[in-house]
């Protein structure tokens, strides 16, 4: 019986990343075209592939409808080759790293190194990328930037159509290349919010919304990411945290004894109630918790947050609680690094929080448009167990601690008046964002 045939080992072509960041100006060829539809770019080299994914899409005026991968070593799809993945295709275990941990200079470091990119298994649009020169990094470099370039790139799902006489079928001009809209692409500040921190997940919905966004109001939010963040005195965090503070600070020591259906008890309620602003114009009873509901949405709240917790009934000081009780700086921070749920957890909790955070980072009138959220989390096709649309009420029970949170340290409000921010939620927002703390005012 003849021995079964070893199968091809997959060979290893990643590069370890260069000892400091560049611009890498690169040129990319659209296989088999003709005549030869190119474009150049300066890219800079700390960029994960996924964002290099999206600066090609701007350049070619592609619209990210498809799966894609690149890879070292030769053909895409070959057995002996080092492919980056797609999302998609790394969590249906095709084998490969996924692109969103691979940096550009991982892949090439002298000019002349190419890197190879496919996209659209169907149309199968093959690309070669070819590292032209390694220029000095700048400060002030965008992620991407498109210099040169010629002829018009395929539209989206028209075939794999490569020659000017193809093209011209489905092509006002196939010769025609607009440097400046790809420009306006590859550069809008959406896709450069990498740049300030925010999470991919988070800069992939945006560019989703942002096609059917009319009105330029994402982008026009996106570019106050890139303004420098307004910094809060410490006197204003007390202000804004004052119901977390009296919280921990009556909570030290033996705690708040709790009835024996894990309640507040009616001394403490009627406590509690006097530093809540939502609690001053409470017109139900407030000698129970069960009957005071800010303060038993607040008090939760803070367990949530990890700042309290019950033992042997009563509601006692956290570690985390006890680390922050005389520091507003130090707790709004706490605040800030527990207000994204887990993604995998439950999508939808995960980018409501999201959408939340970003129009509460960005607002110029303080409000917070809860509906329009709602809308938005529609068109990404979300929708309730019965079927039913979103509504801005599903928003704010439903999005984890991110609205709780921002609700909790602003100044109270009435239905259907919407929420307005405080300028501590607002630079939470933008600390749980971004990832960059809020700092301590000298």
Partial sequence: MDAVPEPPQREHFRKPQLPDPAVFRVRIDLDDSVPPIWRTIELRSEMTLDLVHLAIQGAFGWWDYHLYRFVLGGDPFAATSEPFLCDHDYVEGDDGEPAVSVYLDETMHEPGDILTYVYDYGDHWALTLRLDAVLPPRHDAPLAVCVDGDRAAPPEDCGHLLSTEELATVLPDPAHFDIEAANTTMTDPVAQLPLVGVPKPAVDMLLRLQHSD??????????????????????QLSVDLAPHIWFLLRAQGEGFPLTAAGYLKPVDVAAASEVLPEMRDWIHPKGREIDAWPVLQFRQSLQRLGLLRELKGRLLLTKAGAKVIDDPVGLANHIVGKLLPKSHDDPFRADAALLILFYAATTEDSVLPTQLLATLLNALDYRLSTGEPVDKYDVQRMSGNAYDALEAMSPPYHWPDPLRLSPTAVAVARAGLTGYPIERRA
Wanted: proline content about 5%.
């Fill in 214 to 235: 009319t009105s330029g109001d994402i982008s026009t939010r996106a570019a106050r990411l890139f303004e420098l963040a307004t910094s809060i005195a410490p006197e």
